[in-house]
T-cell receptor, first 112, second 111 residues
Framework: DQQVKQNSPSLSVQEGRISILNCDYT??????FLWYKKYPAEGPTFLIS?????DKNEDGRFTVFLNKSAKHLSLHIVPSQPGDSAVYFC???????????FGTGTRLQVTL | NAGVTQTPKFRILKIGQSMTLQCAQD?????MYWYRQDPGMGLKLIYY???????DKGEVPNGYNVSRSTTEDFPLRLELAAPSQTSVYFC??????????FGNGTRLTVT
């Protein structure tokens, strides 16, 4: 039972354009969402997060949008850069739990 | 700060062998976790700990054991290795109400 889903295994975007990575979840108890970025042979690194009381959070080129009614969140990267090429994982947990549930990841390739 | 340190980086085991994956963090984080990542899959939680002396099962605990005798260390034990345990294992830690910090992983092959 995949509670956090990333339906696009891969995405290719030209440098300078917008990258949009999507994530859907099924558990309505999730109230905090995170995006992690992973390069080959390294562990995931935290990128940006959003609480369920917000619908948008920005950090430089990265913006996360949350649509609670649709149980959907997205990560926007503008402008995309070659160094953004990595696997991006969406993750979620409830405020009272210690466990983070991850999606299956989307591999982003930013081309020149 | 070294962050989260995992050893070894790579290991090949024969079926039925046992081994311990080591994880240490120097950030004084209470929460520690073990995840595994199979090809094309997300990270699945094996075990976690909310403090020294306290551990609990995650989604996929079968075939593994953990202990947490100190805040710094959270070793993962495989007693009877099986091919299904071929995976990349990530250890992570975090303070309360903050994101996880991950180690760089241990790539394990069981043949």
């Amino acid at each position: 039972d995949q509670q956090v889903k990333q339906n696009s295994p891969s995405l290719s975007v030209q440098e300078g354009r917008i990258s949009i990575l999507n994530c859907d979840y099924t558990n309505s108890m999730f109230d905090y969402f995170l995006w992690y970025k992973k390069y080959p042979a390294e562990g995931p690194t935290f990128l940006i997060s959003i609480s369920s009381i917000k619908d948008k959070n920005e950090d430089g080129r990265f913006t996360v949008f949350l649509n609670k009614s649709a149980k959907h969140l997205s990560l926007h990267i503008v402008p995309s850069q070659p160094g953004d090429s990595a696997v991006y994982f969406c993750a979620a947990y409830t405020g009272t739990a210690s466990k983070l549930t991850f999606g299956t990841g989307t591999r982003l390739q930013v081309t020149l | 700060n070294a962050g989260v340190t995992q050893t070894p980086k790579f290991r090949i085991l024969k079926i039925g062998q046992s081994m311990t994956l080591q994880c240490a963090q120097d950030m004084n984080h209470n929460y520690m976790y073990w995840y595994r990542q199979d090809p094309g899959m997300g990270l699945k939680l094996i075990y976690y700990s909310v403090g020294a002396g306290i551990t609990d099962k995650g989604e996929v605990p079968n075939g593994y054991n953990v202990s947490r005798s100190t805040t710094e260390d959270f070793p993962l034990r495989l007693e009877l290795a099986a091919p299904s345990q071929t995976s990349v294992y990530f250890c992570a830690s975090r303070p309360y109400n903050s994101p996880l910090h991950f180690g760089n992983g241990t790539r394990l092959t069981v043949t």
